[in-house]
């Protein structure tokens, strides 16, 4: 390794963030103004690798085949580790940017540019992935990945905003599944006994889910909507389906309790006759191994900026990601940064007018430096990267696979 490449100061990686700042802000709230759904981020796409491509890194848009993904990298002078900070700038429906992903984006890509700017005879390569899709089920990593998008990848790197600040935070296991009835269409007040109504067969799999919940684990979630009902009131409807995810604390149990919901979609099939079939609407998100030697980097790197941040609740209230598949194939990090008063829910107007706010940037730059941080010391200080990877192989348990 070249003298060179001693890690930079943090003082030099915020001051770099400072100077970047401007840019940062106007990439968030530009994804921000105009959301776009899963695999539809075109315009979110075209403003980080504008950004990046002007700050000297190689862009290649699409990636991994999937339209809204791109891989951004600058190469450094001398060998050495692949570290990718990752960009989700997808929005939910009817929301916007409930989820804060302008913050991730934006900061993601600010930090990057921070480390290269600070460190720019870098050993190694610092790449930062575009993984559109994580809302909905959309498994945009997990595409990625079985592209090959992270063969090679040492390890990688995101924060993600809401209502507290924690450097590892649990994530379910989640299964996406539509549960599609089918039922015969009739006259529904003429002859409604030559109907069967598959909107029955709905309703009565959605008590059945109610019915079994007093008998899953206190971890588990089953939640879901209506996603088709008929469409006219006076038509038997012949179709109707429910989507819902199914989450617990391991894709184990989860595919366990998919079982189960397969069965009462057969049960209130059988007693409207209908028909049911449950599918999945996109790969199982696994669970999520927080990289604790570099989330505890992160920590420390926040906490030097004035921001407190707990390490998190391993049985603490938890959502999923598709960062969880990417944690069973590498070490990840995807702490949280509070940009919103305590009990702010996440998914929800509250949090999308948060993450338009100065004091939403604010703690973005501060995420950013952490980031940037830990992204520095694994080009520059091989022994931080293999403590990391002796945590990530102790750990190691078999790769959830898709099914
Ligand atoms: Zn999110
Ligand atoms: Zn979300």
Same mark, same amino acid.
């Given at each position: ?12 990686l915020s001051a770099e963030l400072a100077t970047l700042r401007p840019r940062m802000d106007a990439v968030s709230l530009a994804i921000h103004a105009r959301p776009e759904l ?21 862009? @290649?848009?699409?990636?991994?085949? *999937? ?47 921070? *480390? ?120 038997? /409807? ?78 603490? /209230? ?44 604010? @703690? ?40």
């Amino acid at each position: 390794m070249s003298e060179s490449a001693a890690p930079p100061p943090l003082e030099a990686l915020s001051a770099e963030l400072a100077t970047l700042r401007p840019r940062m802000d106007a990439v968030s709230l530009a994804i921000h103004a105009r959301p776009e759904l899963k695999f539809a981020e075109f315009h979110a796409r075209e403003l980080l690798t504008g950004w990046l491509a002007q700050a000297g890194f190689a862009v @290649r848009a699409p990636a991994g085949g *999937v339209e809204t993904a791109f891989v951004a990298v600058h190469e450094g002078t001398s060998p050495g580790p692949r570290v990718a900070v990752l960009a989700e700038y997808d929005a939910l429906p009817g929301i916007g940017h409930g989820c804060g992903h302008n913050l991730i984006a934006a900061g993601g890509a600010a930090a990057a540019i921070a *480390v290269v700017r600070a460190l720019p005879e870098h050993p190694g390569t610092v790449a930062v992935i575009g993984t559109p899709g994580e809302e909905m089920g959309g498994a945009g990593k997990i595409r990625l990945a079985e592209a090959g998008v992270f063969d090679g990848v040492d390890a990688a790197v995101m924060f993600h905003p809401g209502d507290r600040s924690l450097t590892a935070r649990p994530g379910l296991a989640a299964a996406h599944l539509r549960a599609a009835f089918t039922g015969v269409s009739a006259h529904a007040s003429v002859s409604p006994w030559e109907g069967r109504s598959a909107l029955a067969g709905a309703q009565l799999f959605l008590h059945a889910l109610d019915a079994m919940r007093q008998f899953v684990p206190p971890t588990v979630r089953l939640h879901g909507i209506v996603s088709a009902g008929g469409q006219a009131p006076n038509v038997v /409807p012949a179709d109707a389906a429910v989507d819902l995810y199914v989450r617990d604390r391991t894709a184990a149990s989860v595919e366990a309790l998919v079982e189960r919901v397969r069965a009462a979609a057969e049960g209130a099939a059988l007693a409207t006759g209908t028909r049911a079939r449950v599918g999945e609407t996109g790969p199982m998100y696994a669970e999520r191994r927080n990289n604790l030697v570099l989330a505890e980097r992160f920590g420390e790197a926040v906490r030097a900026l004035g921001v407190d941040i707990a390490p998190g609740d391993p049985d603490g /209230p938890a959502g999923s990601s598709d960062i969880g598949n990417l944690s069973h194939l590498l070490p990840v990090i995807h702490p949280y940064i509070q940009i919103a008063d305590t009990g702010t829910p996440g998914h929800s107007v509250a949090l999308r007018e948060a993450a338009a706010t100065p004091f939403a940037h604010e @703690r973005t730059q501060v995420a950013a430096a952490g980031l940037a941080r830990v992204v520095a010391d694994l080009l520059t200080r091989p022994e931080f990267l293999a403590a990391a990877r002796a945590e990530f192989r102790g750990a190691s348990r078999p790769v959830p696979c898709r099914s």
